[in-house]
Structures are given as C-alpha cells and as structure tokens.
Nanobody, 119 residues
Framework: QVQLVESGGGLVQAGGSLRLSCAAS????????MGWYRQAPGKQRELVAT???????NYADSVKGRFTIARNNAGNTVYLQMNSLKPEDTAVYYC?????????????WGQGTQVTVSS
C-alpha cells in the first residue's frame, strides 16, 4: 500500500499563488508516475498535471503556463506550483500515484485538499 499526505491548499485571491505538496510513503517501490487531479462541485474529477519517472510532464490545457509540477530527487514527493490562479481553479485537489506491480498498474489517491480562489 501507498500512503499519501497532501498539504498546501487554502484560500487565495485571483492572481495569487499556492503550492501543493504530496508525500508518498509505504510501498513506494514501483511508482512510475505522480500527479494531481481536481474536482469542482458538480463536475467530474479531471487531470491537472502528471510527472512520470522519465521526467515527462503533462498538463491540462486550462493550466498550461500557470501551473508547474515537480518531484523531489527521491521521487516520493510531488509538488504543484500554481500561479495566476483564477476562480475557475477552485476545486478539491487530489494527489495521484500510479504504481506498477506484478504487471498491473495501481492507482492511489490522497485525501484531497481544498483550493479556493476568490474573485
């Protein structure tokens, strides 16, 4: 099992910045990607950004140029730097880890952290 602990959410005015962190522990061997998703009220959970072990980064079009995903050297912590925040970025943000084990890929989720952007 992989345990994920998120931090860094909060309330910020439009145009401001926040940084989210997610630390993975437990059976972290085999992690091949870490990322962030978000879910706004009444909407489906959507991809925000992912970072693979090869260093490939993917971003949702809505956050390109504003958000940056990064991982620490050990590869067990992922960050999301969010700049130029907009009210439409308001959502619960979830950390996601993909772990390859026994030929299958397993998804693990954090508890979620609220990000609220006021206009």
């Amino acid at each position: 099992q992989v345990q994920l602990v998120e931090s860094g959410g909060g309330l910020v005015q439009a145009g401001g910045s926040l940084r989210l962190s997610c630390a993975a522990s437990g059976s972290i061997f085999g992690i091949n990607a870490m990322g962030w998703y978000r879910q706004a009220p009444g909407k489906q959970r959507e991809l925000v950004a992912t970072n693979t072990n090869t260093g490939r980064r993917n971003y949702a079009d809505s956050v390109k140029g504003r958000f940056t995903i990064a991982r620490n050297n050990a590869g067990n912590t992922v960050y999301l730097q969010m700049n130029s925040l907009k009210p439409e970025d308001t959502a619960v943000y979830y950390c996601n880890v993909k772990r390859l084990f026994g030929g299958a890929t397993y998804d693990y989720w954090g508890q979620g952290t609220q990000v609220t952007v006021s206009s």
